[in-house]
């Protein structure tokens, strides 16, 4: 499934790349076409992880482009975004999911906001943080006693106005 594409969230991803790197992108190409050959994808990377993409290629063919996007989505993940938030190297470069990529890069600032060593702009909604609960014997063995509208409700249930099959007719 494709979803489809939100000039603001590319926008807002967009924004978020420029005050990482500190230098303005040419908004003037479009959102795919910019993120294309993974070369400011690996820079923002860099900035994030000082070293982590050895080596970006800024000239070749597709293959030696496509290896830049392939060096980002493994820095993603090992920066902390999930494995299914992770766009695939076609879904940028064939552009088959481009609301995929955007998604990967909100993901990527979520995760930024829960990293004590960025410092960076926000990006999207923080990420929730462990919430663990205490319950004390007594209040578990209550629980035991709640049935849960999961199992549905018999208030208001009755058979009335119930047909089944063709009514009985009796003929003398």
């Known amino acids: 499934m494709v979803l489809k594409r939100d000039p603001q969230l590319e926008s807002q991803a967009l924004d978020w790349i420029e005050a990482n790197l500190g230098e303005p992108l040419d908004r003037k190409k479009p959102y795919d076409d910019l ?64 609301p995929q990529v955007t998604l990967c890069i909100h993901a990527m600032g979520r995760v930024a906001q829960t990293r004590p060593d960025y410092k960076g702009p926000i990006l999207g909604p923080k990420m929730a943080e462990k919430n663990e609960r205490q319950f004390t014997e007594a209040q578990l063995l209550e629980a035991k006693n709640t049935v849960s509208l999961q199992y549905g409700t018999n208030t208001g249930a009755n058979q009335s106005g119930i047909n089944m099959g063709k009514p009985r007719s009796i003929m003398d």
Request: charged share 25%; net charge positive; hydrophobic share 45%.
């Open 35 to 98: 993120l294309k050959d993974g070369i400011i994808l690996c820079k923002l990377m860099n900035k994030l992880m000082p070293g982590c993409i050895k080596k970006i290629d800024t000239k070749g063919g597709g293959f030696a482009l496509m290896q830049n996007i392939e060096r980002f989505q493994a820095a993603a993940k090992q920066w902390g975004v999930p494995a299914n938030e992770v766009f695939q190297t076609v879904d940028l470069w064939e552009k088959k999911n481009i």
